[in-house]
């Protein structure tokens, strides 16, 4: 049994050690408590059958969690100098891989098919995100396609809101219909500020995604649905026909073409996506491909 990496006395030792200063820039806030950690780990039900990946392994705090609880672990961090520190941190463990890789410039299937041994095992993403990123980073992995038994990640707590955001309220967006066409989210707990090294200056949550039920209606086009979620919310003041118009064009041919499906799917073009429910987008979307959009 090795010591924990994530205690505050320790953590602050490694830094020393390694004279690493945090970045801002990078979204680096360590956990320093291991009752989170362990919390974070149950949340995502994380079992000696899994394969996890992580995003932003920092020196190590959660992926040596990981890596006692899990099958194997895969971790992308951008940051050089946490590199050589990972590679002592991480010495035990024989279950994990740190790449050294900006997330957002990794093609996730290739990297599970390279560096998993065990393909069939299902597959969790657990990670304490850099939150500068947050939102890129989860339409990245939603965009995917790839079947996550679940996800558990701890973001700003806004942002957490939005996750579970339901059409009408301020928080739902082109975040909220991407993680809720694939997932069910919830808000598992807070964190306060003062579980970082150092402390972050926004309140933090975890939120726990997994499967959802079927949907009843199914998109023709699962990357033209995900780009009409981001058109739809281009400009938020805008109504939907204006947001439509500014993707498709203006043309006679076009807003034709626009009309057409908006009638098809009975939606009233001078309303907010705001309005929309995920089925009415998913609707909206067959539509426009009926009519060649
Ligand atoms: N997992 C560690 C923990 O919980 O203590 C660190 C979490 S810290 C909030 C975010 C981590 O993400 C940092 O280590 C940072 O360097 C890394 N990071 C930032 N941008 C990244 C990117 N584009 N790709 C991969 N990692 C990134």
């Given at each position: 049994?090795?010591?924990?990496?994530?205690?505050?006395?320790?953590?602050?030792?490694?830094?020393?050690?390694?004279?690493?200063?945090?970045?801002?820039?990078?979204?680096?806030?360590?956990?320093?408590?291991?009752?989170?950690?362990?919390?974070?780990?149950?949340?995502?039900?994380?079992?000696?059958?899994?394969?996890?990946?992580?995003i932003g392994p920092g020196i190590g705090a959660l992926t040596e969690q990981l890596a006692r609880a899990a099958k194997q672990v895969l971790a992308f961090e951008i940051d050089g100098r946490l590199i050589e520190v990972l590679d002592d941190t991480l010495a035990p463990y024989d279950n994990v891989t740190v790449v050294n890789k900006d997330i957002?410039?990794?093609?996730?299937?290739?990297?599970?098919?390279?560096?998993?041994?065990?393909?069939?095992?299902?597959?969790?993403?657990?990670?304490?995100?850099?939150?500068?990123?947050?939102?890129?980073?989860?339409?990245?992995?939603?965009?995917?396609?790839?079947?996550?038994?679940?996800?558990?990640?701890?973001?700003?707590?806004?942002?957490?809101?939005?996750?579970?955001?339901?059409?009408?309220?301020?928080?739902?967006?082109?975040?909220?219909?991407?993680?809720?066409?694939?997932?069910?989210?919830?808000?598992?707990?807070?964190?306060?500020?003062?579980?970082?090294?150092?402390?972050?200056?926004?309140?933090?949550?975890?939120?726990?995604?997994?499967?959802?039920?079927?949907?009843?209606?199914?998109?023709?086009?699962?990357?033209?649905?995900?780009?009409?979620?981001?058109?739809?919310?281009?400009?938020?003041?805008?109504?939907?026909?204006?947001?439509?118009?500014?993707?498709?064009?203006?043309?006679?041919?076009?807003?034709?073409?626009?009309?057409?499906?908006?009638?098809?799917?009975?939606?009233?073009?001078?309303?907010?996506?705001?309005?929309?429910?995920?089925?009415?987008?998913?609707?909206?979307?067959?539509?426009?491909?009926?009519?060649?959009?």
């Amino acid at each position: 049994d090795y010591p924990d990496i994530a205690t505050p006395l320790r953590t602050q030792a490694i830094m020393n050690q390694y004279g690493i200063n945090t970045k801002k820039s990078l979204g680096q806030n360590f956990l320093t408590d291991m009752n989170i950690l362990h919390q974070i780990v149950a949340a995502g039900e994380v079992s000696s059958t899994d394969n996890v990946i992580e995003i932003g392994p920092g020196i190590g705090a959660l992926t040596e969690q990981l890596a006692r609880a899990a099958k194997q672990v895969l971790a992308f961090e951008i940051d050089g100098r946490l590199i050589e520190v990972l590679d002592d941190t991480l010495a035990p463990y024989d279950n994990v891989t740190v790449v050294n890789k900006d997330i957002l410039k990794v093609d996730l299937n290739e990297a599970l098919a390279q560096y998993f041994s065990d393909q069939m095992a299902p597959l969790k993403l657990v990670a304490n995100l850099p939150y500068y990123i947050t939102t890129p980073i989860l339409m990245q992995v939603l965009e995917s396609g790839i079947d996550f038994a679940s996800i558990v990640v701890m973001m700003q707590k806004e942002v957490a809101d939005r996750l579970s955001a339901q059409p009408g309220t301020k928080a739902y967006g082109a975040l909220s219909l991407a993680v809720q066409y694939r997932m069910q989210a919830h808000v598992a707990f807070t964190v306060s500020r003062t579980s970082f090294i150092p402390n972050p200056n926004v309140d933090s949550a975890i939120v726990v995604l997994t499967p959802r039920e079927p949907l009843t209606t199914l998109p023709r086009d699962e990357k033209k649905l995900f780009e009409l979620f981001k058109i739809g919310f281009a400009m938020r003041r805008k109504t939907l026909w204006n947001n439509l118009i500014t993707a498709f064009g203006k043309n006679a041919v076009v807003t034709n073409k626009l009309m057409d499906a908006l009638e098809m799917v009975q939606i009233d073009p001078k309303i907010r996506a705001e309005k929309l429910t995920l089925e009415q987008f998913i609707e909206l979307h067959n539509a426009l491909m009926t009519v060649g959009i």
